[in-house]
Nanobody, 125 residues
Framework: QVQLVESGGGTVRAGASLTLSCAFS????????MAWFRQTPGKEREWVSA????????YYAKSVEGRFRISRDNVKNMVTLQANRLEPEDTAVYYC??????????????????WGQGTQVTVSS
């Protein structure tokens, strides 16, 4: 059974950076595309970024493009989200998720079946 464990959240000032990490276990990491989502209370979950099985192709939501960078290490079974120039609007619980594939996996479709427990990111102005 796939398990995902996020880490790296915290409270920072606007303009700062955070590195979120997600450790994968319980399966073959390279069989999965990976993504980050985020959610704030009272709002729908928002897709943030995705990365292909090989790690060569990243995708980003417009709200984070140019500020966030996703990467993966298929040896260490880790996916990382480098969040730069953070804004108060980035405050949310960030979740790591895995999919074997879906028609729109690169935009955070409903094919993601395995999820981590989340890590809180709070950005103060």
């Amino acid at each position: 059974q796939v398990q995902l464990v996020e880490s790296g959240g915290g409270t920072v000032r606007a303009g700062a950076s955070l590195t979120l990490s997600c450790a994968f276990s319980g399966g073959t990491f390279s069989d999965y595309a990976m993504a980050w989502f985020r959610q704030t209370p009272g709002k729908e979950r928002e897709w943030v970024s995705a990365i292909s099985w090989s790690g060569y192709t990243p995708y980003y939501a417009k709200s984070v493009e140019g500020r966030f960078r996703i990467s993966r290490d298929n040896v260490k079974n880790m996916v990382t989200l480098q969040a730069n120039r953070l804004e108060p609007e980035d405050t949310a619980v960030y979740y790591c998720a895995a999919t074997r594939g879906g028609s729109d996996w690169y935009r955070g479709d409903d094919s993601y079946r395995d999820w981590g427990q989340g890590t809180q990111v709070t950005v103060s102005s």
